[in-house]
């Protein structure tokens, strides 16, 4: 074929968003938005075409073509980690600290997450499904279109495949990507006290085998810290789950540091999250592993914690950093992707063009999907937003005030009311 047949020759399209900007997905610094002005974007199959000036557009044949108005289209929005998944409310405990109780005394007296694990463990999986999925909706709201869901709250066999058949449920039925993570070493259920390898062998042995045979989850979790596993133990349990072919990541170093991040960084884990702790080496070990730093501004914010992640060691290693909400009922009740961006900025020091990459293309790679969502661009799944704000840095300064006019997935309208 000539290359006048192939100017020639009409694209065939699902749709076609014209006159639109787009924020590019390289920009020069942290502080400047690389912008295309007058875009044209096209998907087929759930998956762009087409994406750059409307002047170098071929000639589509499109099942729908829409004006976009000069308006702003973005990617999806990600929120990589979350626990959204849970029964009961611990909003009465927060309630009692405000009146001065101690959390010490409301977690002796069977509060915390062992009042979560008793609530999760005793609804049936439709009842806790409808309630994940009215915690899901306002995120896909917003613009969320991936978002990733840990167990973690059942801590035994039966109901931890519970609430990961619940996540997968959250995949199939609603319009938005669920990533799916085993978390069982969240935390030590009570019937294990004082044998926490007795626990982990368990996990090892018995459910990491059945969660795999019935493909329930992505990745491997796991809470190290002093009150929870140890790096030691972490290391047994990624062992076992890359041996099944599970992708690991890990809640690391937040309350101190225990070197979790050593380990996440020797099984080349997707990432280390809440981080508050790290050190410059281990700042270093990510760079190095690939891993992607998950900030998670909620916890922070709600635990009242003092301790900041090193923002600039991240920036001056290269370590990508994304930003989620950590949505769970204690320590981060925040049902809000771009108020954890905006978090991400006031209390970290994020600028706001990093929050946006932060809950996309970071956010992607912390997923392993970063060849495949996070950013508008060729071959790329056609998960995107279409906004009436003059300039993407108002939905990050700006809490609450902003809502995609039309959001897509996979390439199909969404209808989320
Ligand atoms: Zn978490």
């Not at 405990?93 to 007296?109: N, S, W």
């Not at 090892?204 to 990745?219: F, G, H, Q, T, Y």
């Not at 700006?398 to 897509?408: A, C, D, K, T, Y």
């Amino acid at each position: 074929m000539s290359n006048q047949d192939e100017i020639m020759a009409p694209l065939n399209a699902d749709v076609v968003i014209e006159n639109v900007r787009i924020v590019g997905s390289t920009a020069r610094s942290a502080k400047v938005w690389p912008v295309l002005e007058n875009a044209c974007v096209a998907w087929r199959n759930g998956q762009f075409i087409f994406v750059g000036p409307s002047a170098d557009a071929p000639t589509f044949t499109a099942k729908q073509v829409i004006d976009g108005q000069n308006q702003w289209l973005t990617p999806g929005l990600i929120d990589c980690h979350t626990h959204l998944v849970y029964g009961g409310s611990r909003a009465d405990e927060f309630e009692l600290l405000q009146m001065g109780e101690r959390y010490e005394d409301i977690a002796r007296a069977g509060g915390g997450i062992k009042k979560t694990v008793a609530a999760t463990r005793a609804l049936d999986e439709q009842t806790l499904f409808d309630s994940a999925r009215k915690r899901l909706l306002p995120l896909m709201r917003e613009g969320v279109t991936s978002v990733e869901i840990k167990s973690g709250y059942g801590l035994s066999i039966e109901s931890e495949l519970k609430m990961l058949r619940v996540i997968r449920r959250l995949n199939d039925e609603l319009p938005v990507t669920v990533s799916a993570t085993c978390l069982a070493a969240h935390a030590l259920p009570l019937e294990y006290a004082g044998r926490a390898d007795d626990y982990l062998d368990m996990i090892i042995n018995e459910l990491l085998p059945l969660v795999k045979a019935e493909n329930l989850a992505d990745s491997v979790d796991v809470f190290c810290e002093s009150i929870a596993f140890s790096a030691e133990q972490a290391t047994r349990l990624f062992a076992a789950a890359t041996a099944l072919g599970f992708k690991v990541k890990g809640h690391v170093e937040q309350l101190s540091n225990s070197q979790g991040t050593e380990v996440v960084c020797n099984f080349l884990g997707l990432s280390a999250d809440h981080v508050e702790y790290v050190t410059e080496t281990q700042v270093q070990r990510m760079a190095t592993s690939g891993v992607t730093a998950v900030i998670l501004p909620g916890a922070f914010y709600f635990l009242k914690e003092t301790q900041k992640p090193p923002i600039d060691l991240f920036r001056q290693h290269q370590v990508p950093m994304a930003i989620a909400t950590d949505l769970n009922p204690g320590s981060s009740p925040l049902g809000s992707i771009l108020m954890a961006a905006n978090f991400g900025c006031v209390l970290f020091g994020f600028t706001p063009y990093e929050a946006f990459n932060a809950v996309t293309k970071n956010a992607a790679r912390a997923l392993g999907f970063e060849n495949q969502k996070g950013r508008i661009a060729l071959g790329y799944d056609a998960d995107c937003l279409l906004w009436s704000f003059d300039h993407p840095r108002q939905a990050i300064h700006e809490i609450n005030l902003h809502q995609p006019v039309q959001s897509w997935h996979l390439g199909k309208e969404r209808d989320l009311i």
